[in-house]
């Protein structure tokens, strides 16, 4: 899968992207779209009816094999106490009955030490260790990532000299289009 990211300031600006991109025959399962939070997703889902990722939540509750987790810990949906397991000598603050706070037992990760929740989050999304730290640094700063996937293969259209006539060379001329202040290639 070949990918296009294109990095945004303005909700205005991503909202007439994906509308171009719709017009140009994307469908929502062909974009992704991260945001910082709440507050800078809502205007582009109100207004697009397109989900959108509010990385900040993702990466404060996470999820590890469906469950949620916070800050390592694998919480248990039947009471929401942490499940124990043993691991890393860090212990727990749950007593045998899963209600007390005396240390008894060690936990299945060191309190979210170990792994970066933010590179997970954006991992679990399907970036690799490249885009992942291309969007995570531009989120954290207030930016819109607006990722686009496709199968395509864009040899089959690229001519030498030619105009890119793939789907990436439409999203990325509808980026340009609509003010994104970096455009990448996917790894």
């Known amino acids: 899968m070949a990918k296009k990211i294109g990095l945004f300031e303005r909700q205005q600006d991503v909202i007439t992207a994906i509308e171009e991109l719709e017009q140009a025959g994307f469908t929502p399962g062909e974009m992704l779209i991260l945001t910082k939070d709440w507050e800078h997703s809502r205007r582009i889902e109100t207004e697009t009816d397109t989900h959108v990722e509010e990385m900040r939540e993702l990466e404060e509750t996470g999820t590890r094999g469906g469950e949620l987790s916070y800050m390592g810990l694998v919480i248990n949906p039947s009471n929401g106490y942490p499940n124990v397991a043993g691991g890393y000598g860090m212990t727990s603050f749950l007593d045998s009955a899963g209600g007390g706070w005396n240390g008894n037992y060690s936990t299945g990760a060191p309190l979210g030490f170990i792994d970066n929740s933010s590179t997970r989050a954006y991992q679990a999304l399907g970036l690799?260790?490249?885009?992942?730290?291309?969007?995570?640094?531009?989120?954290?700063?207030?930016?819109?990532?607006?990722?686009?996937?496709?199968?395509?293969?864009?040899?089959?259209?690229?001519?030498?000299?030619?105009?890119?006539?793939?789907?990436?060379?439409?999203?990325e001329a509808a980026f340009r289009r609509c003010g994104a202040y970096r455009i990448a290639d996917g790894s």
């Open 128 to 171: 690799d260790s490249k885009e992942s730290k291309l969007c995570s640094e531009a989120v954290r700063s207030g930016a819109i990532a607006f990722i686009v996937e496709t199968d395509e293969s864009k040899s089959l259209l690229d001519k030498d000299g030619g105009p890119d006539l793939s789907k990436l060379g439409i999203a």
